[in-house]
């Protein structure tokens, strides 16, 4: 069966601590993995797109990097507007559906 | 450029009753997903409309139904609500082009009593 996991649950970091989400996937034939970002309340916000092992995004202090088995999002020195749910997602070779993770909180204080 | 859309924004039902949340998609979109989020948990994948017809079903009985118009909107209904039907629901939009990224909309919040 198809899974995304992501660690760690809730992630609590000073302003300018920087450090990393995980996503490890098991997926059928990944077409893509995906980030996003969901403050309290509110539709996820899309951030990246990764489709091959290797391959890396950037978006001011989120780096977004692609393995084989994981993802992984480098958040480099955070300012508290980056505390959010940060969402994985992974499209697989049956559709279009996209399989997510739980999600990490993240919460960066000042 | 209007992103997704969603109405209503909040609802409170009853269990037994039937409701109907509505989309429409990004400007220049022609795909509409529908997603059901629990309180902690992630979003899970209920179906996806493309040219009117259902493309795609996730693990959700029949009670859950929908509707996509030529306009590229839909319609997300859900008969006989049960308690557990109470989450937020997302509608996300894409073109339809292989596994193009999905734009979300702010949901709409389903509290059934």
């Known amino acids: 069966e198809d899974q995304v996991t992501q660690s760690p649950e809730a992630l609590r970091l000073q302003e300018g601590e920087s450090s990393s989400l995980n996503c490890s996937y098991t997926v059928s034939g990944l077409r893509g993995l995906f980030w996003y970002r969901q403050d309290p309340g509110k539709g996820p916000e899309f951030l990246f797109t990764l489709y091959s092992a290797g391959e890396e995004k950037e978006k001011e202090r989120l780096k977004a990097t692609l393995t084989k088995k994981e993802s992984f999002l480098h958040i480099t020195a955070p300012k508290p507007e980056d505390s959010a749910t940060y969402l994985c997602a992974a499209g697989n070779q049956a559709g279009t559906a996209l399989i997510f993770g739980k999600g990490t909180t993240l919460s960066v204080s000042s | 450029d209007a992103g997704v859309t969603q109405s209503p924004t909040h609802l409170i039902k009853t269990r037994g009753q039937q409701v109907t949340l509505r989309c429409s998609p990004k400007s220049g979109h022609d795909t509409v997903s529908w997603y059901q989020q629990a309180l902690g948990q992630g979003p899970q994948f209920i179906f996806q409309?493309?040219?009117?017809?259902?493309?795609q079903r996730g693990n959700f009985p029949d009670r859950f139904s929908g509707h996509q118009f030529p306009n590229y909107s839909s319609e997300l209904n859900v008969n006989a609500l049960l308690l557990g039907d109470s989450a937020l629901y997302l509608c996300?939009?894409?073109?339809?082009?292989?596994?193009?990224?999905?734009?979300f909309g702010p949901g709409t919040r389903l509290l059934v009593l």
């Open positions: 409309y493309y040219e009117e017809e259902e493309r």
């Open positions: 996300a939009s894409s073109l339809e082009r292989g596994l193009e990224t999905q734009y």
